[in-house]
């Protein structure tokens, strides 16, 4: 918890720095946060501190998914009361419609860029967002196109798709095992981790509706959008 209070302030004051007076304004939250370390976990332990897990590559979730529920309480995505230790990793129904985060041993403390539009700005650019349901849901892409002002499929726009700068996306492999009553085999893999196949599948997706495969995919979604889905930013110039 002491790490969501942290995101959450961080948010806060982001906002505050780039103009941005709204959380509807915010359409995209990158995050870079630490993980423990076996020399971490040996330091905590040797002060009497134990630490949430002693796998390093556990830890990531638990680093990613207090990361995201920061972000939704600095919005006001949830309920301030509904986030506990408990609920970390675990409450699937809470969480943020616009955060993406990704956890590394290089750091130990939490990066947080703000993206959104500010009344007043200069800059060419706008950004807008739309949450994939699941891994799927190319309707969900073209409401983020469409949140940053353009229409992909309207004639009238041929130029439209020229005038995207980025795409960002959330993967997360559906933990049901299941995409719209289909099996899917991502969590079986024994060669493969599962976020791999997700951000491919997502990244295809989005590809597809763009027609450009220029984009970033980041797996492991933890509180990042709904199980198995994740949140889509478009970064467009405007008109």
Request: aromatic share 2%; charged share 20%.
């Amino acid at each position: 918890m002491a790490m969501v209070g942290v995101v959450e302030d961080s948010v806060r004051r982001a906002m505050g720095s780039a103009g941005i007076a709204t959380a509807a304004d915010v359409h995209f939250v990158q995050i870079k946060c630490p993980l423990l370390t076996v020399d971490a976990i040996t330091d905590a332990a040797r002060r009497g501190r134990p630490t949430v897990t002693t796998n390093t590559y556990a830890s990531m979730g638990y680093s990613r998914a207090a990361s995201a529920l920061g972000v939704a309480l600095a919005l006001g995505e949830v309920p301030a009361d509904a986030v506990t230790d408990e609920g970390i990793g675990r409450r699937w129904d809470l969480y943020s419609r616009v955060a993406s985060t990704s956890a590394g041993v290089e750091l130990d403390n939490c990066e947080v860029l703000v993206l959104g539009n500010a009344e007043g700005a200069a800059s060419e650019l706008v950004i807008g967002h739309d949450v994939m349901e699941d891994a799927i849901d190319a309707a969900a892409v073209r409401g983020a196109l469409a949140s940053a002002g353009v229409a992909i499929d309207s004639a009238s726009d041929p130029d439209a798709g020229a005038r995207v700068v980025g795409i960002f996306a959330k993967a997360e492999a559906a933990p049901a095992g299941r995409i719209r009553g289909r099996r899917h085999t991502m969590m079986d893999d024994s060669d493969i981790n599962h976020t791999r196949h997700a951000r491919a599948a997502v990244a295809a997706v989005i590809a597809l509706v763009i027609g450009d495969p220029m984009v970033y995919v980041s797996g492991g979604a933890e509180h990042q959008g709904p199980s198995g889905g994740g949140p889509v930013a478009v970064i467009a110039r405007t008109p």
